[in-house]
């Protein structure tokens, strides 16, 4: 990376940047975010130079990180792509609608605020007691692409974190039946845009910290928060009481997303089984041994 920006003065940085706490704690902090999501970028393959991208910023401490991240990125030289903040107001009531585009204008941003209520039609058609996350988060998606065609974008950028990931992992074991989770980087199903998501490796908690020592304008969701006994909600909990008992254990989990090996795997679409012979010899990692990956 380039030179550090401690080094530089304060008004020389992006507005966004500017006035972080001058303190050894946050620096190593907004470094890891930094190094941490261009990181991403470069394992997953997620910038071609000179596409534009769609960065969603929803008003919460993860799309804000993102946001300020990929700004310093660009800022840095290292992000060869152009970047317009979105944000799609989904008619929620309460939602401070001034908030997010009185924020990105003093912050010089380049940005859109879309209005679509989604919120009216997620109330209709959910019954009572059951959950909002899915058909909310399928209409949203649905109007982001429409913007993002629109805007000439190649690309949806989410603020989906590392414990995203690790979350929806669970889900899909626990209540789908699948060994599946979010993917960093994909195509949508018409094939025409990507959907990346550059915070894969970043941990939920330094979003929270960095998002709080900004002192950004958090905005809350209170569609789905004030749900109670949402079933990622108990995923997030079981994860956090196993980080409690065994620090670094979302660490380790998600280095084991990274090193999958089908040939360990019960699915006879990923490996083929039927075409396995005798008479070769495998080192101990071939055969699974546990001991062979400490």
């Known amino acids: 990376m380039t030179d550090s920006p401690d080094d530089i003065a304060d008004t020389d940085l992006p507005p966004i940047l500017r006035g972080a706490p001058d303190t050894t704690e946050f620096r190593k902090l907004r470094k890891r975010i930094v190094r941490e999501t261009r990181a991403a970028i470069d394992t997953y393959a997620m910038a071609r130079r000179g596409d534009r991208w769609l960065v969603c910023l929803s008003g919460g401490k993860d799309s804000f990180t993102l946001m300020a991240a990929l700004i310093e990125l660009k800022w840095r030289g290292l992000l060869p792509v152009e970047l317009l903040v979105c944000n799609l107001d989904q008619g929620q009531p309460g939602f401070p609608a001034t908030v997010l585009p009185e924020f990105l204008t003093r912050m010089g941003i380049e940005h859109r605020i879309e209005y679509a209520d989604t919120y009216s039609i997620v109330m209709d058609k959910i019954p009572q007691g059951n959950t909002y996350c899915a058909l909310c988060s399928r209409l949203r998606r649905g109007n982001l692409y429409r913007i993002a065609r629109e805007e000439g ?19 899909n074991l626990f209540h789908g039946g699948r060994l599946a989770t979010m993917p960093p980087k994909l195509v949508n199903e018409e ?11 970043v941990a939920e908690a330094d979003c929270a910290r ?3 020592a900004m002192e950004f304008p958090v905005i809350p969701c209170n569609l789905c928060g004030s749900q109670d006994g949402l079933q990622r909600m108990q995923v997030k909990a079981l994860l956090d009481d196993w980080e409690k008992r065994s620090p670094g254990r979302r660490q380790v989990m998600f280095r084991a997303l990274m090193n999958a090996r089908p040939s360990h795997l019960p699915d006879p679409r990923l490996f083929d089984f039927a075409g396995l012979a005798l008479g070769g010899r495998s080192d101990p990692a071939e055969r699974g041994d546990a001991s062979a990956t400490i």
């Open 153 to 171: 974008c190649a690309a949806v950028v989410l603020g989906h974190h590392r414990d995203d990931i690790l979350e929806t992992l669970f889900l």
């Open 191 to 201: 094939g025409d845009l990507f959907v990346l998501r550059p915070l894969a490796f």
């Open 210 to 212: 960095f998002a709080r």
